[in-house]
Nanobody, 120 residues
Framework: QVRLVESGGGLGQDGGSLRLSCAASGSIASIRAMGWYRQAAGKQRELVATLTNVGGTNYADSAKGRFTISRDNAKNTVYLQMNSLKPEDTAVYYC??????????????WGQGTQVTVSS
């Protein structure tokens, strides 16, 4: 199993920046990808960005050019640098990981979520 703990959310300004962090613990060696999803009030959870173990990235169109996902393997932490924030970025942001173990196969784990609010 993998435990994910997010930090770094809070209040941001329109056009400003925030950085989210997600620290993983547990079966680190089983991690195949990490990423961020978000869920705004009254909406479905949506992909923001993902990063695979071989460095492949995938960004939502709304995040391209503004957000950057990165990982510090020594700290088992994934980051989401959010620049040029917009009020529509307001949401609860969830850290996500997909793991693989030969005994249990693929599994997904989620963090508890961190609120990001962007004021205009």
């Amino acid at each position: 199993q993998v435990r994910l703990v997010e930090s770094g959310g809070g209040l941001g300004q329109d056009g400003g920046s925030l950085r989210l962090s997600c620290a993983a613990s547990g079966s680190i060696a089983s991690i195949r990808a990490m990423g961020w999803y978000r869920q705004a009030a009254g909406k479905q959870r949506e992909l923001v960005a993902t990063l695979t173990n071989v460095g492949g990235t995938n960004y939502a169109d709304s995040a391209k050019g503004r957000f950057t996902i990165s990982r510090d393997n020594a700290k088992n932490t994934v980051y989401l640098q959010m620049n040029s924030l917009k009020p529509e970025d307001t949401a609860v942001y969830y850290c996500y990981t997909r793991t693989y173990d030969y005994r249990s196969g693929y599994e997904e784990y989620w963090g508890q979520g961190t609120q990001v609010t962007v004021s205009s």
